[in-house]
T-cell receptor, first 113, second 115 residues
Framework: DAKTTQPPSMDCAEGRAANLPCNHSTISGNEYVYWYRQIHSQGPQYIIHGLKNNETNEMASLIITEDRKSSTLILPHATLRDTAVYYCIVRLLLGGNNRKLIWGLGTSLAVNP | NAGVTQTPKFQVLKTGQSMTLQCAQDMNHEYMSWYRQDPGMGLRLIHYSVGAGITDQGEVPNGYNVSRSTTEDFPLRLLSAAPSQTSVYFC??????????????FGEGSWLTVV
């Protein structure tokens, strides 16, 4: 099962780009990389996902290396409301429709004024 | 659009009591799951279901039961609460395997304290 490694914490100045790295060196060819965030005491919130191409949506950009062993989530202009724990996860597929996601501890991002 | 709804939001139980955490989704998702989250730890999967009538164990299933009689509902039962089950519980749902990817939607959490 592919697992992910993230730094436990990061700081970012408000208005600057936040770049959150994730290593997933054992990822398989058909596994997607997902990013979620969890603001204190709330349920995790979907941000973005990708397979092998870079992706962008209204919240963030996802850069996946060519060998797919790592990725970076980019929040282009971080605000105080982006302070949260960010989870990088790899979607496993077991036996057809069965699926178990492995969640690590994530990166606690602090956006400072 | 309610999404994933969990009840109750807060609950205090005495050791040995039983209770059910309710979870409902209105998105016609096949896949539903329950997680617990403890301080300093990530989300840990308790049980999951890929459709009505089908359930399976996750990482930490002991002390919990689930059933899936309808697509919409996925209740989590604590048969005899223990202090070790003090935690925040999250219910989640998604479409099952469709083209290789599916976004998971989470409820707002249920805070359970067992004394």
């Amino acid at each position: 099962d592919a697992k992910t490694t993230q730094p436990p914490s990061m700081d970012c100045a408000e208005g600057r780009a936040a770049n959150l790295p994730c290593n997933h060196s054992t990822i398989s060819g058909n596994e997607y990389v997902y990013w979620y965030r969890q603001i204190h005491s709330q349920g995790p919130q979907y941000i973005i996902h990708g397979l092998k191409n870079n992706e962008t949506n209204e919240m963030a950009s996802l850069i996946i290396t060519e060998d797919r062993k790592s990725s970076t989530l980019i929040l282009p202009h971080a605000t105080l409301r982006d302070t949260a724990v960010y989870y990088c996860i790899v979607r496993l597929l077991l036996g057809g429709n069965n699926r178990k996601l492995i969640w690590g501890l994530g990166t606690s991002l602090a956006v400072n004024p | 659009n309610a999404g994933v709804t969990q009840t109750p939001k807060f609950q205090v139980l005495k050791t040995g009591q039983s209770m059910t955490l309710q979870c409902a989704q209105d998105m016609n998702h096949e896949y539903m799951s329950w997680y617990r989250q403890d301080p300093g730890m990530g989300l840990r999967l308790i049980h999951y279901s890929v459709g009505a009538g089908i359930t399976d164990q996750g990482e930490v299933p002991n002390g919990y039961n689930v059933s899936r009689s309808t697509t919409e509902d996925f209740p989590l039962r604590l048969l005899s609460a223990a202090p070790s089950q003090t935690s925040v519980y999250f219910c989640a749902s998604s479409y099952s395997y469709r083209g290789g990817e599916s976004t998971i939607y989470f409820g707002e959490g249920s805070w359970l304290t067992v004394v």
